[in-house]
């Protein structure tokens, strides 16, 4: 059986659904796992595992709080997170011209580039999936494509999002469906194994 390894870009996906679309707001509250289901398409593969790559926004309490629940449903189900961090830089306005201090999440990419290949050495998947738009990512995949040409990078587009590129530089492509978001979604309240209920923030439904 082929083992497949899943690697999310959070903040990639989150903004798919979150900035761009706002059809799309109500499955921010989604497993994971679930959705990364819907790509192991054929009875010979198996899902190893799966990595999320995110970002605490830790200047805004609000997100925190809603982003640490989410974060639980996640390691609930077995997801591995993986953190990078923000960093502060100055920006010129495009209307004003003035500058203004803003937030910029960093080292994602990398970490995403070095788990790509922490796994293939470690002979963790014969496939490996992520899902993201990112071009950044380019590199990554072409670097290990040829550093063990036997195993096969794919990716998933987050929805709403095109990738052209990205899409160029790996083995195979699925397309993020609407109807895998829907399905993927979690009961408003959900009980984590050790007896807690998490709840879907108002806000997000």
Known sequence: MAKIHFLVDGFNFYHAVA????????????????????????????????????????WDPGK??????FIKGQENEGVNVIYGEFKRKERRCRSCHKMFWTFEEKQTDVNIALRLFQLALQEK?????IISGDTDLIPAIKAVRSTFPAKQIGVVIPIGRASEDLKKQADFCYR????????????????????????CPPNWK
């Open 125 to 129: 998947y014969d496939k490996a999936i």
């Open 19 to 58: 900035d761009e679309h706002f059809h799309y707001l109500k499955y921010k509250w989604i497993s994971l796992k679930k959705l990364c289901s819907f790509y192991v398409l054929s009875k010979n593969d198996g899902m190893a595992g799966i990595d999320y790559f995110t970002t605490l926004a830790t």
């Open 176 to 199: 993020m469906k609407e109807k895998h978001l829907q399905s993927s979604l979690y009961p408003e309240n959900l009980s984590l194994s050790d007896g807690t209920v998490i709840s």
């Open 64 to 69: 925190v709080a809603r982003h640490k629940i």
